[in-house]
Every structure is written in structure tokens, then in C-alpha cells.
């Protein structure tokens, strides 16, 4: 399969402790982008990486959230001290840059996460 | 103020009835218009995606309509199938092309197809 991968599908916390997720995309893709999906929702943007550069983070990302795209490969999405409200779907989607491309995206199946 | 509003809100119909759905949308700058399929506790999956200079697009059973001059968008849905069953929801990106930061997404028209 060579679609958008996140793992893990499902986590489940306490709250105060740190989760990470990743995100594999699309290999020819140079753009990474992360959501967060509550229910009833769109998706919230919340980062995008060009190839390993973050060029921009939502004023949602607060300082707890961390993420990177150390080798412009893969990406990992760090929360700390976790809330009840970080409870969420974190979605990951990829695109291919270029004049004429419209941005497409493509999602990955998102990891849930439930903060107790 | 950017809006993008769907409907109806939720749809049940039959399997193999035909059934549209309803976007308008109120972004300024326009770029291009997409319809996603989201079944529960996936990812959204692209159906279709438009600039202003298409009208139509179709992707096997599923055909979008867009009247850029309305700002109005439709999804047309034929014969329908179990597998049908899923949020579909209008997302309008109102930036430059190829820039996803910008989105501005529907809630999402929740179909369900009975047998």
C-alpha cells in the first residue's frame, strides 16, 4: 500500500503523560500537513512541513505540541502533558507541490486519541 | 466572513436511488472546490476537486457540479450502494493553489444508504 500511514490507530492516556504519533506519506510528496478532528468537525489545521521545513503552525499548536519532519520522510507529532481536551482524531495528509498542481491531498486513516 | 455551508444535514435513502447533495460557499479568494468522502473513524478520501473553470467532474458514480458565478457546488450520487454510507463534505480552498493551509471545510452531509 502506498498511501498516507499513521500509526498508532488508537491510543489511550492519562492525563499529564506524552504521546507521539507518525506519519509515513506518500513517498513522492514533498508537502505534510497535520489536522485535528474532534466530532461533528472539519479538520483543524494545525502544521505543514515542505519537505523538513515547518513553514507554518496554527494558533491551535500550543506549546505542548511539537511536531517534525527530521529527514523530509516522515513526520512525528509530539503532545505533552496531555489534556482531556487533546481527546481528538490527529489526522495526517500529504501533497505534491507545483505550479500547476492543485495540492490534492491525501489523507492518512488518523490516529485517535482518548485522554483519561 | 468564509463560510461553507451543506445540505441537508443527513440523507437516508435507498440502495440504488440517485440522491444530491448541496454546497454553497461564501470564500474569498477562490482556488478550488473538493468534495471528500469520510466514512466514521476514517480519513477523508478525495472524490473530487474543481477550479473555477470546470464545471463538472465525475469519478465513477459520483459527479460535482460547480457554478463558480453562485458560488454553489453539487454532488450527484448514482445508483447508490451499501458502501455509499459516509459524511460527505464540501471543502473549499480559498488561497493560492497547491496551499492546503487555507481550507475552509463543510460539516459534512451524513448519508445513509439502507437496503
Known amino acids: 500500500d502506498t498511501g498516507v500511514s499513521q500509526n498508532p490507530r488508537h491510543k489511550i492516556t492519562k492525563r499529564g503523560q506524552n504521546v507521539t504519533f507518525r506519519c509515513d506519506p506518500i513517498s513522492e510528496h514533498n508537502r505534510l500537513y497535520w489536522y485535528r478532528q474532534t466530532l461533528g468537525q472539519g479538520p483543524e489545521f494545525l502544521t505543514y512541513?515542505?519537505?523538513?521545513?515547518?513553514?507554518?503552525k496554527s494558533r491551535l499548536l500550543s506549546d505542548r505540541f511539537s511536531a517534525e519532519r527530521p529527514k523530509g520522510s516522515f513526520s512525528t507529532l509530539e503532545i505533552q502533558r496531555t489534556e482531556q481536551g487533546d481527546s481528538a482524531m490527529y489526522l495526517c495528509?500529504?501533497?505534491?507541490?507545483?505550479?500547476?498542481?492543485?495540492?490534492?491531498?491525501?489523507f492518512g486513516e488518523g490516529s485517535r486519541l482518548t485522554v483519561l | 466572513k468564509n463560510q461553507v455551508e451543506q445540505s441537508p444535514q443527513s440523507l437516508i435513502i435507498l440502495e440504488g436511488k440517485n440522491c444530491t447533495l448541496q454546497c454553497n460557499y461564501t470564500v474569498s479568494p477562490f482556488s478550488n472546490l473538493r468534495w471528500y468522502k469520510q466514512d466514521t473513524g476514517r480519513g477523508p478520501v478525495s472524490l473530487t476537486i474543481?477550479?473555477?473553470s470546470e464545471n463538472t467532474k465525475s469519478n465513477g458514480r459520483y459527479t460535482a457540479t460547480l457554478d463558480a458565478d453562485t458560488k454553489q457546488s453539487s454532488l450527484h450520487i448514482t445508483a447508490s450502494q451499501l458502501s455509499d454510507s459516509a459524511s460527505y463534505i464540501c471543502?473549499?480552498?480559498?488561497?493560492?493553489?497547491?496551499?492546503?493551509?487555507?481550507?475552509?471545510w463543510g460539516l459534512g452531509t451524513s448519508l445513509a444508504v439502507n437496503p
Open positions: 471543502v473549499v480552498s480559498g488561497s493560492c493553489a497547491g496551499n492546503n493551509r487555507k481550507l475552509i
Open positions: 495528509a500529504s501533497s505534491r507541490n507545483g505550479q500547476r498542481n492543485t495540492g490534492e491531498l491525501f
Open positions: 512541513f515542505q519537505n523538513e521545513a515547518q513553514l507554518e
Open positions: 474543481m477550479t473555477f
